[in-house]
């Protein structure tokens, strides 16, 4: 059973009357009045679906020692595997947010198709994403409206997120659609759920309304334990949105939390070393960190995408603190796996083989083989029909993988189990695709002398062979536009510096805002501090091909994307070129420009050597990045 406090100003007022009449009835003097009953909990969690609610077919891993294609997860899956669980009692399911925004279940169906997939399931709470923010509070008011229109009634939270009365999310009080926490029975304990969401990503990189307050992740989640432990809730999970790395940030300043289970930095946790170098990890699931109080607190976080899901197992002694965390993030395949033959082509294996790799796949903890949920494949049948018919118009071809990148030497692959990409967070070039997209700005702009484009704007690599259009709006999911600044090569410099320093420095976003670019290159090093980091910046003459060094006086045009323009995402050097009305909106989806440019190619690959932006990369570490 589900209990929201809805006032809970009113419930703190209340809490001191309830504990006087607690410590009445025992008489006010057990030494065993702060002890409780031992608990076993688990907690099953996903996120940052983004609205990935088919498989990934084709993809390759190790099994058994063996390179082997496999299809992974699809939110089917997904429900199949969270249904493993019913008839417990013990069992906390969450998602971590990001559930919107991504591919075109979102473009056609603004987050619909998603709530109702996540119906089939029916999670404990869900905090808001920033991505739940993209086409501002009105979008995400309908997608929880959406969300708990069925049984499910799954609450959407967020202690830090207070919008202002009379908006959409709040039209008669704060809490009407977000609330700050939820309180969940786990055999007969009540177990505190609070939501946070990450502060200036979801200002500066969405839509929000600006009369919507996002409040200091830290303060508000110390202000919200108090008010649970005031009611006598012992045991204390965050449910966060904010990065891997926010997350054991915020442990650590926190009293009396014990579990976070996290979102937003797309991170996969614990060793997969079998499973080849595509898909390398952050850190141990659990990652176990202690809280201010110097107590246990114990961190999962479960990939994206569908493609993985998390089980931690938590253990409280009579004190109500953790005495124990063990568990599990697994990746999750399909029954059909593909192998290599002598000539190099991929077949479906024999009987013999497909048994060999069940068994390999069956003592692996990192996976989980399963079967597509018969209702929700139907529930996604409704959606699935208008999507194909879009998705799979071709509009081209790639020789080779666009691997998918944020910054160069990050620890997580994101192109994990792409043929061709298996270590290309660790090159210096970086994404790829990225860099594909900031030339397609280049050539949709007639008079441009450079475009950027920002990591995070572009969501997934792509593999070698054809390209849809569903494939395009993959990459490229958001409805931002192409726009051309006038900018000095001083101005060019410093929004470089902004957008590098807005995640090294200041911690606002997990790599989001990197810089990627077309007609300009840089050498960069990360360990150097705001300022020093780019070196060497050159600018391509589009006419003659030759690449010169960037003149601080000069005045070039970039041509980028309005979100960017506008100083989002850390570009602030953009943002008062932007206000001052200098500028041109070319009114093009930037989703077309790439889509125009790919059919003008007919066949793309990997830019030559020289024209990616990143000749040189220098990690925060002092690695220079082959």
Not at 120 to 140: K, R, W, Y
Not at 283 to 304: L, M, Q, R, S
Not at 465 to 483: K, Q
Not at 586 to 596: I, R, W
């Amino acid at each position: 059973m589900n209990t929201l406090l809805l006032n809970p100003r009113r419930a703190l007022l209340l809490a001191p009357l309830a504990l006087a009449a607690a410590l009445a009835a025992c008489g006010g003097g057990d030494d065993d009045s702060n002890k409780s009953a031992p608990l076993d909990l688990t907690i099953a969690h996903i996120g940052d679906h983004h609205s990935n609610l088919d498989p990934f077919p084709a993809q390759t891993m190790k099994i058994g020692g063996v390179d082997t294609q496999v299809e992974l997860g699809g939110f089917s899956r997904v429900t199949t595997a969270f249904k493993q669980y019913v008839g417990r009692d013990d069992v906390l399911k969450l998602h971590a947010g990001d559930a919107n925004t991504g591919t075109l279940y979102y473009t056609l169906f603004k987050g619909k198709a998603d709530a109702d997939m996540m119906n089939t399931i029916c999670f404990d709470a869900m905090p808001v994403g920033n991505h739940e923010f993209d086409d501002g509070d009105a979008q995400l008011k309908s997608f929880i409206e959406h969300l708990q229109a069925g049984a499910c009634k799954t609450p959407v939270l967020a202690a830090n997120i207070r919008p202002q009365i009379g908006t959409p999310l709040a039209p008669k009080a704060e809490n009407d659609y977000i609330k700050p926490y939820t309180l969940k029975t786990v055999k007969g304990v009540q177990v505190g759920i609070i939501g946070l969401t990450i502060k200036s990503k979801t200002q500066n990189s969405s839509s929000p309304l600006p009369s919507t307050v996002f409040e200091d992740e830290a303060v508000a989640a110390q202000r919200t334990i108090d008010q649970l432990k005031s009611q006598g809730i012992r045991h204390i999970v965050l449910l966060t949105h904010m990065g891997y790395d926010a997350d054991k940030a915020i442990a650590a300043k926190l009293t009396d939390v014990d579990v976070v289970i996290g979102g937003d930095s797309h991170t996969l946790l614990g060793d997969f070393s079998a499973q080849g170098s595509g898909y390398s990890t952050s850190g141990a699931y659990p990652t176990k960190v202690t809280n201010k109080d110097g107590k246990p607190v114990c961190i999962g976080h479960a990939f994206e995408y569908s493609k993985a899901m998390g089980e931690m197992r938590v253990s409280f002694n009579e004190d109500g603190e953790v005495s124990s965390c063990t568990g599990q993030a697994s990746l999750i395949i399909g029954n059909s796996f593909k192998r290599q033959g002598a000539d190099g082509t991929w077949a479906n294996v024999d009987a013999p083989t497909q048994q060999q790799i069940a068994t390999a796949v069956a003592a692996d903890k990192g996976l989980k083989m399963l079967t597509p949920d018969a209702g929700a494949t139907s529930v996604l049948a409704v959606y699935s029909g208008q999507v194909d018919i879009l998705k799979k118009e071709p509009i081209g071809s790639t020789t080779e993988a666009l691997c998918l990148v944020r910054t160069p030497g990050e620890s997580t692959n994101r192109s994990a189990g792409v043929a061709g990409c298996e270590d290309a967070n660790k090159l210096a070039r970086g994404s790829d695709a990225a860099q594909v997209v900031a030339q397609a700005f280049l050539n949709a702009s007639l008079r441009a002398d450079v475009s950027i484009q920002n990591a995070g704007g572009v969501r997934v690599p792509l593999t070698a062979g054809t390209i849809t259009m569903g494939d395009a709006f993959t990459v490229l999911p958001f409805s931002n536009v192409l726009v051309e600044l006038p900018a000095t090569g001083q101005q060019i410099t410093a929004v470089l510096e902004d957008a590098v320093s807005n995640y090294l420095d200041a911690g606002q976003t997990t790599g989001g805002g990197h810089p990627y670019a077309a007609g300009l290159r840089w050498h960069l090093d990360m360990s150097k501090p705001k300022g020093s980091r780019f070196t060497q910046l050159e600018v391509k003459n589009r006419t003659t091909g030759v690449w010169s060094a960037i003149n601080p006086a000069q005045t070039y045009i970039v041509a980028t994307n309005d979100f960017l323009a506008k100083g989002q995402d850390g570009y602030a050097s953009f943002k008062p070129i932007y206000d001052s009305g200098n500028y041109v909106n070319n009114y093009l989806l930037y989703t077309q420009t790439f889509v125009d440019y790919i059919r003008a190619k007919g066949t793309v690959s990997r830019p030559a050597a020289g024209d990616y932006s990143h000749q040189m990369v220098i990690t925060k570490a002092g690695l220079t990045l082959p």
